[in-house]
């Protein structure tokens, strides 16, 4: 530790007075044969401690630690599931009334993603969703959900007796 904090030092230490900048350096840190057992986890480990941990406006060095490397893994568990179910289509829409206050009737509808993973993982949507912006299937994920709300839309409107009812797809 000390060592590393040296090499912070070294790193950040400005001499020069014609330099109007400063340098903050992160470090991430694993160590080899007690965090990892090869080079390429021993950085991936690395990498992973920067990610949990914010950048600041000051150096900083952080410790690899296990709880990292489960949370990683249940998103990539959760990503691979998503994908799955994407290619399978098994998306389902839900639908929330939005009432007129003034007729107290429902004037539209509101429908949203879901989908059921087969997984122990606790999950919820908003954690899929920041899955799919991060693989960049928003788009399909809006394509699908758009396809399905647009086809039951006339069913809803028949159900309801009301052919002017709209949709709002999220």
Known sequence: NSLLQETVQL?????????????????GVSVLSVDANSYAKLIT????TLIANPNSDSS???YFDRRFTKRFNRKETLAKLLK????KDQI????????????????SFESFFRVLLDTS?????Q????????????DEIDRKVAKISLSDLPKL???FKNPSLGISIN
């Open 121 to 125: 993982l606790k999950y919820n949507t």
């Open 11 to 27: 790193l950040t230490n400005n001499d020069s007075a014609n330099l109007s900048s400063s340098i903050t350096v992160n470090m």
């Open 84 to 87: 799955n179910a994407l290619k």
């Open 60 to 62: 900083a060095i952080y």
């Open 127 to 138: 954690d899929l969703i920041t899955i799919a912006e991060e693989f960049d299937w928003v």
């Open 157 to 159: 409107q028949k159900h």
């Open 45 to 48: 480990h690395s990498m992973q």
């Open 92 to 107: 389902e829409v839900f639908y929330q009334p939005i009432f007129d206050m003034h007729t107290m009737r429902i004037s």
